[in-house]
């Protein structure tokens, strides 16, 4: 009795576990996108990387403010003999210092420097603002990602949806032949044709399942979900999104795009390190100022000595050095212009073929609606003309695989359209607006 209660234990146990591990989750893709926004280890890095150039700017504009030194030093004196050279101080007894004070401030506060100070900030604010725009870019990508597997868990989970479908048809099919060819109505090869397309369903189901977890993983792992969590795509993403204003032309993508704004900020940042190292070929100046105590004990004692007044300096031989610093800046100037020049051809060749892959999902859609009803039509004739005995098991079986390929074909169709949709808001740089990035 107590064995039999312990299984009976453990069958419930192993069945709640079952349940908890197999947890489905219903997302919409907008819920995923953003959801990938706030836990994306790619995120959190290019956010990283903003912050990083934020203190880097924020170092460089300190550079313009006026540098305050103080310093201190107390020492301890061992007995030293001092002989002052003159009668007067001879004939007396001197005094031996045992410790010593001195205090300092100096105050530094650079007026010119070859334009070098503003120049550098000009630079970092302009590598602060390109990668600002790379991570505005690097989340589109993460969207885009997240779109891509839950398009493809969609379309898994459909063509799944119409296997199952199909596998009960074509079961009862095997049941019904059964039947007709123990009354000798049809010939056991009819029989073994109907089992054998159950077996063959059953292996496009199973290769099904495999991809539908794959896809799941990737797509948990992204959104840094539980692996064991099940997610459920919403359908109605791929039926209420209005895509009627698509792209046609690069013109959008030109304006844009993250990225290539990023490469014209880090164009504009070049131009600014050039007058940084042409900041070499002139002298510096500064205001100086300073306060100064000392304290020889039983000997002197200094108080309020300031000092103020004008530092200038001027690296004559960086004058003949400092070319090859100029020509540098320069070099990566030109760089980052080629660099502006290849993306931008690189960009127009993506919204192009995007264009045409967008174009191509919307007419494919078109014929395979038709493909449908002609295969939905052709599998019904089929059908009555076997139920007559005016057709063969090889007729039928070839009317419904092509009747299920068009419904599968249909139902994905419409998924790739919303696919190459968002692509094609990609390349051209307007998928952060379907998603209110800004509010991210």
């Known amino acids: 009795m107590k064995i039999s209660q312990l299984m009976l234990f453990g069958v419930f146990f192993i069945g709640i576990s079952s349940t908890e591990a ?23 890095l290019a956010n990283t990387k903003v912050n990083t150039k934020k203190y880097e700017l924020q170092s460089v504009k300190n550079n313009q403010y006026p540098d305050l030194k103080i310093s201190g030093q107390y020492q301890r004196l061992g007995k030293a003999s001092i002989d002052m050279h003159n009668d007067e101080a001879s004939s007396e007894s001197m005094a031996s210092p045992d410790r010593a004070m001195l205090g300092m401030a100096n105050l530094s506060l650079p007026i010119f420097s070859g334009f070098k100070i503003q120049s550098s900030i000009d630079t970092y604010e302009s590598l602060y603002e390109a990668e600002t725009a790379n991570a505005v870019k690097t989340k589109e990508d993460v969207a885009l990602r997240v779109i891509t597997y839950y398009t493809a868990l969609y379309k898994a989970q459909k063509t799944l949806d119409l296997l199952n479908e199909n596998q009960k048809q074509a079961k009862q099919r095997v049941t019904d032949f059964t039947e007709l060819e123990k009354n000798g109505i049809i010939p056991r090869n009819d029989l073994l044709k109907a089992q054998l397309m159950v077996s063959k369903t059953q292996l496009s189901i199973e290769e099904t399942n495999n991809n539908i977890n794959n896809i799941n993983f990737y797509l948990t792992t992204l959104l840094k979900l539980e692996p064991s969590v099940k997610i459920e795509v919403n359908e109605q993403d791929f039926f209420n999104l209005k895509t009627s ?27 600014s390190n050039i007058r940084v190292a042409k900041a070499g070929y002139y002298p510096s100046l500064a205001l100086l100022g300073g306060y100064t105590a000392f304290d020889l004990k039983d000997f002197i004692t200094v108080k309020y000595a300031m000092n103020f007044g004008v530092g200038l300096t001027y690296d004559l031989s960086g004058i003949i050095k400092n070319n090859a610093h100029v ?114």
């Open 22 to 44: 197999q947890e489905k989750t219903s997302l919409t893709l907008d819920e995923a996108v953003k959801l990938a926004w706030e836990k994306s280890n790619e995120v959190t």
């Open 245 to 271: 204003n698509a792209p046609t032309s690069d013109a959008l993508a030109l304006e844009n795009r993250k990225d290539l704004e990023a490469v014209r900020l880090q164009s504009k940042a070049s131009e």
């Open 327 to 440: 020509r540098e800046a320069e070099s990566k100037a030109l760089e980052v212009k080629n660099s502006e020049a290849l993306l931008t051809d690189r960009i127009k060749v993506e919204v192009q073929k995007s264009i045409e892959d967008y174009d191509l999902a919307i007419n494919q859609s078109v014929v395979y609606d038709e493909a449908l009803q002609q295969a939905s039509e052709n599998y019904r004739l089929v059908k009555d003309k076997f139920d007559n005995g005016l057709s063969d098991t090889n007729d039928l079986v070839e009317a419904d695989v092509e009747y299920l390929s068009a419904k599968i074909n249909t139902a994905l169709s419409k998924a790739s359209i919303i696919q190459k949709y968002y692509e094609l808001l990609s390349v051209s740089g307007q998928l952060s607006q379907s998603f209110n990035l800004s509010k991210i």
